[in-house]
């Protein structure tokens, strides 16, 4: 469905610095769309068609190699974007994208995306930003894995997701991706059984609880310590 109002563009940080007159320039390029739990927007190798303004709900982004094996995992919040990586030379995606809760999102053709921003810029200068923002993203999650302690990384991984995807909520700070304890393990790069003994020990310490696939943190100073 082709987006009818740009009321809601300048909730995304590309748009919030834009004049309406290009605002309503992109208007007539993006279309609304809804996902369903679980539904895949697009697989790996897939054609690079479509750029995405996710406006509600949870994205993970995944990479694996012919062995299964978890090369790359990320998430993307509401009123973010993606995928940045690739951008101006990839004519395929490079990772999967799936849908972790409902979501709704916005997309316009890569093409014309690009056109745009290589004449624009403010938007260019938002991309760079926005890339060097990712770097230091994945900087710290290598900082994660780099230890040999199973403990200390599951730990680090919790931190992590407090710092990029936590949310205040009086005293305590909710991570409300549906994090399951296999995902977190994927994070963490442990084995589920591990991470299933350090969420007994912490939930034991009332540190956090994990109810409905959310994540509750009682003592934030505990994993502000963590060095990320």
């Known amino acids: 469905m082709r ?7 300048t909730s995304f940080k590309i748009f919030s610095f834009l004049e309406k007159k290009e605002l309503e320039f992109f208007q ?19 054609p690079r068609e ?6 509600d709900g949870y994205v993970k ?34 990772y999967s994208a799936l ?10 053709p890569t093409k014309i995306f690009e056109e745009t921003i290589r004449s624009n810029k403010k938007l260019l200068f938002y991309i760079i930003k926005r890339m060097s923002k990712i770097m230091e993203h994945h900087e710290n999650r290598l900082q994660m894995v780099t230890t040999n302690n199973v403990q200390e990384r599951v730990e680090r991984s919790i931190a992590y997701l407090i710092k990029y995807y936590g949310t205040q909520q009086e005293n305590n700070i909710v991570i409300d991706i549906p994090m399951t304890l296999t995902e977190i393990a994927k994070l963490s ?14 939930k ?21 310590q963590k060095s990320l």
């Open 99 to 108: 849908a972790l809760t409902d979501i709704i999102v916005y997309y316009i």
């Open 3 to 9: 987006l009818k109002t740009v009321d809601n563009l």
């Open 50 to 55: 479509r750029f995405y303004f996710l406006v």
């Open 204 to 224: 034991k310490d009332k540190i956090l609880s994990n109810e409905s696939k959310n994540i509750m943190i009682y003592d934030p100073d505990y994993f502000f």
């Open 61 to 94: 982004l995944e990479k694996t190699n012919s062995e299964a094996t978890l090369l790359y995992l990320d998430y993307v919040k509401s009123y973010d974007i993606f995928p940045i990586g690739g951008i101006f030379q990839d004519y395929f995606y490079h």
């Open 189 to 202: 790069g442990s084995s589920r059984e591990t991470v299933s003994h350090v969420f007994k020990d912490l």
């Open 28 to 46: 007539k390029y993006l279309f609304q769309r809804t996902y369903k739990k679980n539904q895949i927007l697009f697989m790996e190798g897939d």
